[in-house]
């Protein structure tokens, strides 16, 4: 291992790892983040390995796993460099294949490919999927060409060359100024601009300050922080040191989560490489400063993301946000200036320094410049993570990158910024996604979490679920936060159960008031947003629910009935065979009925009841019709026709 | 010690700069409503019923009084319409869990709040945290804590320290609002006395 003791010594190291590397030759690249861990990479990857060996092949092709790629809907993915062949969805059993076709026979695998719903065409280029096509990937792309566990990857692509920049040819107050001018935002949920953050801490009293990457990301559904620190750690390493360089830290944290394993792997190992190279340590690249960063892992509370719930957590103490009204960029953790922004922020820090705050400030919107990356989950065709321009409009991102709603249904709502986000109609499909924008239609941009919701989602029950979320993660410190919620959550599980009462929005949207109010933290103040932003956009889905005793979208158990309409019954009986309470009437040739005291409304008849039929039908709000009389029930009519 | 002026509830107060906004409405004699706050312990805003309405610089915001430092010029007031709704919620929120409370029923006749509003859960303590501080910051024992986070956290005496300590203290009992401390202490007391080892055993 060399270390590298200044920026000519690191272009000198990249020079030769560039010139070593053969960009014709063939290399074989297989996502290996989390999710693909979960569909099978890892076995994937020992196959690959054995085969290559195997078929003779270890000279001339280069196997290498790298980050999340994104589209994990259809991972694990591997791409073939440098033709950029793309196959999905591997299974070990396909390996051998790949190897001798397309490796040795440059023939391409058909039924590997993408295939475009759309079009209904085979796509073999990654860059020509849809998915892929419509994305700016400055700060997510490299996570798909480098391995996160080798520093030289990373080099070889220009890593560490911001820092060297940095360190020899600006001062900290250039660092600064650059950020500044870039209006870099927070991406880990306020948007508070970075540059102004870490000006704070540069001007606050002190000889120790402190650097803090935010690493626990727990809102629902939301990854992109993950997949960041777990494919390319070194770029948030880099984007830290820059920072601390800006600042006047000598030490950093990382607060991540333990249920990231494989983020706390790499990250470890990042470290590791880092200081061996000299990119932190002692004397960084030859230049007098010194830094060294120190893993922490959370314990699971989603209020330790609150940046100061963070702070005392880090300090050794249950995680609990401080009532203080001074910014802990001046007073932070131990008291000392801290700055803490998320991975996704640190990560941007990189490509401004090289790049320069003009290139940055070319992609966004006036308030929101650079890109964002946003978990898309829910009920989308293609389920990952994009990264796009800010101001790209929601329905670009839903429907071109996201492939639109599966299953011929038809889009409701879209939640954003996480469980304390709002849910957003298809009226604002045309609002462009940015901090302000998002904010000013009731919801926000958070960390950048998507959940899409379809036609069959109720809404009131979606407001319930994600303050069901927050009581169980309310720190219990203040009493809005932690009492408002308890009620707040009473009342909306009643209303899903029909016993909404007159007076019960009303006397929500006081709770709401005071939980926004007087609430002691960020989780407090932005927890009643489910509720409020459905109420703003589906309030006929409350009167519905509260007065009707509906549930419209016909969701909600305690609302809804079960009904076999006697007209379309033809007797097949798969529906009382797979009934698991055996609450289904019938027999061969008999109309069959639901007996509803029996009925647990599990909803498998609906499921299994066959197209051509329909026969099944869920009701709100109105009575069940009652079963036809048992000597109506024999089909007649029909096998006299046949 | 530099001096600065603002104004409460119309009337313009002096203050020191380490002040704050409770402390400077106190030494002029102005009132504001507390829970949590005691003046041997640290600012805790976690009970919220002290808010207030600041003014600076043509913006009015709520903030709370205990933990808010005081600036000069900043006009401040400690009942609006808004600050009584809010503090009117607050306490029938607390009086779910302590309905027969002194201090909380005092404080709800003068704001007007309905003792019933919401569904009684008769839980007695309302999470001020004044033993658990006390303990901590002024007598350093650290006999009682917090277990557990959100609706389900609770005060809770350790029993290895409380058996050594508390027994010649006491001194968290009048602090507690809602008595329910003292249940609380005289449950752990009880056990103790009964099965002092196997609960020792039990903890450890």
Redesign the interface.
């Known amino acids: 291992m060399p270390r590298i003791n200044s920026p000519a010594e690191l272009e000198a190291y990249r020079n030769t790892l560039v010139s070593q590397r053969d960009p014709d030759k063939t290399c074989i690249t297989l996502c290996s983040g989390s999710a693909c861990h979960a569909s099978g990479s890892r076995e994937v990857a020992a196959r690959f390995q054995q085969e290559i060996e195997a078929q003779g092949l270890t000279d001339q092709v280069e196997f290498r796993r790298t980050g999340c790629h994104g589209f994990c809907e259809r991972g694990p993915i591997v791409v073939i460099h440098p033709d950029e062949i793309c196959y999905f969805q591997i299974k070990p059993d396909d390996v051998p294949e790949i190897i001798s076709e397309t490796i040795k026979e440059k023939k391409i695998i058909d039924r590997l490919l993408y295939h475009d719903p759309a079009t209904n065409e085979k796509i073999i280029r990654e860059s020509e999927i849809p998915f892929y096509k419509h994305q700016g990937r400055i700060v997510f792309g490299s996570n798909g060409s480098i391995d996160p566990k080798n520093i030289d990857d990373y080099i070889a692509i220009g890593g560490y060359s911001a820092l060297a920049k940095s360190l020899s040819g600006m001062t900290p107050e250039q660092v600064l100024q650059e950020v500044k001018k870039a209006n870099l935002r927070g991406r880990g949920g306020g948007g508070f601009p970075a540059g102004v953050k870490w000006e704070g801490s540069r001007n606050a009293p002190g000889d120790i300050k402190y650097v803090i990457v935010n690493a626990d990301e727990g809102d629902p559904g939301a990854y992109m922080d993950r997949s960041l620190l777990e494919g390319n750690p070194h770029s948030v390493l880099e984007g830290l040191t820059i920072g601390a360089y800006a600042i006047g830290a000598h030490e950093g944290y990382i607060y991540v989560r333990q249920e990231y394993p494989l983020a706390v792997e790499n990250v470890n190992v990042a470290i590791r490489q880092a200081e061996e190279y000299g990119f932190l340590g002692e004397n960084i690249l030859g230049s007098g400063f010194d830094f060294v960063v120190k893993v922490h892992r959370g314990a699971g509370?989603f209020?330790c993301g609150e940046s100061t719930a963070l702070m005392t957590a880090l300090e050794g103490r249950?995680g609990e946000p401080r009532?203080?009204?001074?910014r802990s960029n001046v007073v932070g953790l131990w008291g000392r200036p801290s700055v803490l922004n998320n991975v996704e922020t640190w990560a941007n820090v990189p490509l401004i320094i090289n790049n320069g705050a003009d290139w940055f400030t070319q992609f966004g919107t006036d308030g929101s410049k650079g890109t964002k990356i946003f978990s898309l989950v829910g009920k989308i065709t293609n389920t990952g993570l994009v990264e796009v321009p800010m101001g790209t409009p929601m329905k670009d991102i839903i429907f071109k990158i996201g492939g639109g709603i599966p299953n011929g249904k038809k889009f409701k709502a879209v939640q954003t910024g996480g469980p304390s986000g709002g849910c957003l109609p298809e009226e604002l499909l045309d609002l462009p996604v940015g901090f302000d924008e998002l904010t000013k239609a009731g919801s926000m941009m958070g960390s950048g979490g998507m959940i899409i919701m379809d036609e069959d989602t109720c809404m009131v029950d979606v407001a319930r679920y994600f303050l069901e979320f927050l009581?169980?993660?309310?720190?219990?410190?203040?009493?809005?936060c932690?009492?408002?919620?308890?009620?707040m959550l009473?009342i909306l599980t009643n209303i899903t159960k029909g016993k909404g009462k007159e007076g019960d929005i009303e006397l929500l949207e006081?709770?709401a008031?005071?939980l926004v109010?007087?609430?002691?933290c960020a989780l407090g103040r932005s927890a009643a947003n489910p509720f409020l932003s459905t109420l703003k956009y589906f309030r006929n889905e409350y009167e519905a629910h509260i007065k009707d005793k509906r549930c419209p979208a016909l969701s909600c158990k305690e609302l809804i009935a079960f009904y076999i309409d006697p007209e379309k019954c033809k007797a097949c009986t798969v529906c009382a065979r797979k009934c698991p309470s055996e609450a289904i009437i019938g027999g061969k040739g008999l109309i069959h009925i639901i007996d509803q005291s029996k009925c647990t409304k599990c909803g498998t008849c609906f499921e299994v009841c066959p197209p051509r039929y329909r026969a099944v039908k869920k009701i709100s709000g109105e009575p069940v019709p009652p079963p036809i009389p048992e000597e109506a029930r024999i089909i007649v009519k029909e096998r006299a026709q046949k | 010690m530099s001096e600065i002026s603002l104004t409460i509830d119309g009337r313009e107060v002096k203050a020191t700069k380490e002040m704050t906004l409770l402390e400077a409405a106190r030494s002029a004699g102005i009132h504001i409503p507390t829970l949590c706050y005691h003046e041997k312990l640290e600012?805790?805003?976690?009970?919220?019923?002290c808010?207030v309405e600041v003014e600076s610089r043509g913006r009015s915001k709520?903030?709370?009084s205990?933990?808010?430092?005081v600036e000069s010029g900043i006009t401040v007031r400690t009942r609006s319409e808004?600050i009584d709704?809010?503090r009117k919620?607050?306490l029938e929120?607390?009086l779910?869990?302590a309905p027969d409370s002194f201090i909380l029923n005092d404080l709800a006749k003068e704001y007007n709040a309905d003792k019933n509003r919401?569904?009684k859960e008769a839980s007695f303590c309302?999470?001020c945290?004044l033993c658990v501080r006390y303990c901590a910051e002024v007598k350093k024992k650290n006999a009682v804590g917090?277990i557990?986070?959100?609706?389900?956290?609770e005060i809770s005496f350790i029993p290895k320290i409380a058996a050594q300590e508390c027994w010649n203290c006491k001194e968290c009992f009048p602090l507690c609002p809602t008595e329910a401390l003292q249940a609380a202490y005289v449950l752990v007391q009880g056990l103790t006395t009964a099965e002092p080892a196997a609960l020792l055993r039990a903890v450890e």
Do not use: N, W
């Not at chain 1, 932690?482 to 009620?487: A, N, V």
């Not at chain 2, 205990?66 to 430092?69: E, F």
């Open positions: 509370a209020v249950a009532p203080k009204y001074i009581t169980d993660e309310s720190c219990g410190k203040c009493v809005p932690r009492e408002g919620m308890r009620q009473k006081q709770l008031e005071t109010e007087a609430s002691l | 600012p805790y805003g976690g009970c919220r019923l808010i709520i903030v709370v205990c933990v808010y430092p808004k709704r809010i919620m607050i929120l607390l779910a869990h919401f569904e309302i999470h945290g917090f557990d986070r959100g609706i389900r956290k």
